[in-house]
């Protein structure tokens, strides 16, 4: 016990240099923020002795320069310290999160826009109806400002719970934009906390390594630098997904209660984006796999009546928030409605559509189809997925939910960097069944950290060329792929 005491806190040790170095990289993100980041408009200390050196001339351009040479050390200082215990990396996490919970907002302009819609809400309006720009007068009209133009007369697109948070906020803010800005990205720090505490169990619940799980999840500069710096809320829904799967992880005799209890978990996560109800199906895979072997028709029964309970308990849950929240269900109208609004190639169909639009002028048909068909496909492999997994261990069916997010997110009409978070959470369950997606999604969230500029403005603007070629290279490899395994089955 006491040579183990000693190695780990040798092992500490050596590792200390790299949380420092990691708080450092977040530290000069944080300054580069104070220069470079989404600031409201007007911005209130645009003069303030320090920061007009930092907000005019030739600041911002420095800012830009300092943030991403700040990325990089946070970064690197991630990847050197992957053999950490679960514990050590909880703290460190922290750490590197400080200073991203003191800048101004960055790399979206997203908490304007929930406090925009938070303030639409609290005034009396349907945010699923009208847009902020619906607020003519009155306190806090001219926080739309500070939101992106699109998002002015756009409906949210975003769950009743949500909506509900931001409308509180709001009102409490008493038409200070700070501080709703403020208030929002206190309630991001709370999901985070309760995401750190949450995923190093969901991990041995599901017999992963608790370590791993917290380096992929907690201490991930784009989950910190997204969710803490960006407070987008996804750090609302994902606490409610990984606990969701706890209680299906620890089901065991009391299926019906797990059921139940993972329904109302999903639903919170559904009423807060919904997103989340792709994990559903497989969340009743995993609590079924703790029930006696079955075959046959008692198999699909089973797993029919687990499925309906998760379902109704979902459902149940959605319409009491909807009720609570004074909201009807047209967030999932304003979700079709807002769908597809950013046209860039880092959705891999809006690159299929925007390549066919170099050959015709038909533009906007072209990229409808393209889209279409992109949902087409996330439907096929969302419904193999879980069809390869329907037997499999709870593990392997983390891993596949997981896989199941990452598609729908490259695969939407849209695509933003925190999207990937969304399967980050049972990926950290997943077993040693998934090396290669841990690996990959650890590298794309190494390369999505850079992708945006601290101010919101989303490079793949500036690279669509490229990026388009990379899509079409992308999904040709992919289909030689699927053929090349589909021709070895057969040979087998």
Not at 126 to 153: E, H, K, R
Not at 472 to 477: E, H, M, P, V
């Amino acid at each position: 016990m006491v040579a183990v005491s000693a190695e780990v806190a040798v092992e500490s040790d050596r590792l200390t240099p790299l949380r420092w170095l990691g708080f450092a990289g977040s530290a000069l993100v944080a300054v580069g923020g104070l220069g470079a980041g989404a600031l409201p408009r007007p911005d209130p200390l645009s003069d303030a002795p320090v920061l007009r050196l930092l907000r005019h001339g030739a600041g911002p351009g420095i800012c830009i320069a300092v943030a991403a040479v700040g990325m990089a050390l946070l970064v690197l200082a991630w990847w050197r310290v992957r053999p950490a215990g679960s514990r050590w990396l909880t703290r460190t996490a922290a750490l590197w999160a400080v200073p991203l919970a003191l800048t101004p907002p960055l790399f979206s302009r997203d908490l304007y826009i929930y406090g925009a819609q938070g303030l639409l809400l609290a005034r009396g309006y349907d945010p699923y109806q009208v847009g902020p720009a619906a607020m003519t007068s009155g306190p806090g009209v001219d926080w739309l400002t500070s939101i992106s133009p699109t998002w002015a007369d756009t409906p949210a697109p975003y769950g009743p719970l949500f909506l509900f948070f931001s409308s509180r906020i709001a009102a409490a803010a008493q038409g200070d934009l700070i501080a709703a800005v403020f208030g929002l990205r206190v309630l991001a720090v709370l999901g985070v906390v309760a995401l750190a505490l949450l995923v190093p169990r969901l991990a041995t619940a599901f017999g992963a390594p608790p370590d791993r799980a917290q380096w992929l999840v907690v201490a991930n500069p784009l989950l910190l630098t997204a969710l803490v710096a960006g407070g987008h809320n996804e750090a609302v829904m994902l606490p409610f997904l990984a606990a969701a799967l706890l209680v299906a992880a620890r089901a065991g005799e009391r299926v019906w209660v797990a059921a139940a209890g993972a329904g109302v978990l999903i639903g919170f996560a559904v009423a807060t984006k919904v997103s989340a109800v792709v994990a559903l199906p497989f969340v009743v895979l995993v609590i079924a796999a703790g029930t006696p072997a079955a075959t046959g028709w008692h198999w699909w029964v089973r797993r029919i009546r687990v499925g309906a309970v998760v379902l109704g308990a979902a459902l149940g849950t959605l319409a009491l928030v909807c009720l609570a929240a004074g909201l009807d269900a047209g967030f999932v109208h304003a979700l079709a409605v807002t769908n597809g609004m950013s046209t860039q190639w880092t959705s891999i169909p809006t690159g299929w559509g925007l390549a066919a639009g170099w050959f015709t002028s038909a533009d906007d048909t072209v990229l409808d189809a393209a889209r279409a068909l992109g949902t087409l496909v996330t439907a096929v492999l969302l419904v193999v997925l879980w069809w390869r997994v329907r037997h499999a261990e709870p593990g392997r069916v983390a891993g596949a939910c997981a896989a199941a997010l990452v598609v729908l997110a490259f695969l939407g009409a849209s695509f933003h960097p925190w999207y990937l978070v969304w399967a980050l959470v049972p990926l950290a369950a997943a077993t040693d069944t998934w090396p290669r997606l841990t690996h990959a999604v650890a590298i794309v969230s190494t390369a999505l950290c850079f992708l945006v500029l601290p101010d919101g403005y989303n490079l793949a603007r500036a690279t669509e060329v490229p990026g388009i070629i990379f899509d079409l290279l992308l999904t040709a490899a992919a289909v030689g792929y699927v053929s090349w395994k589909a021709t070895s089955h057969e040979r087998a």
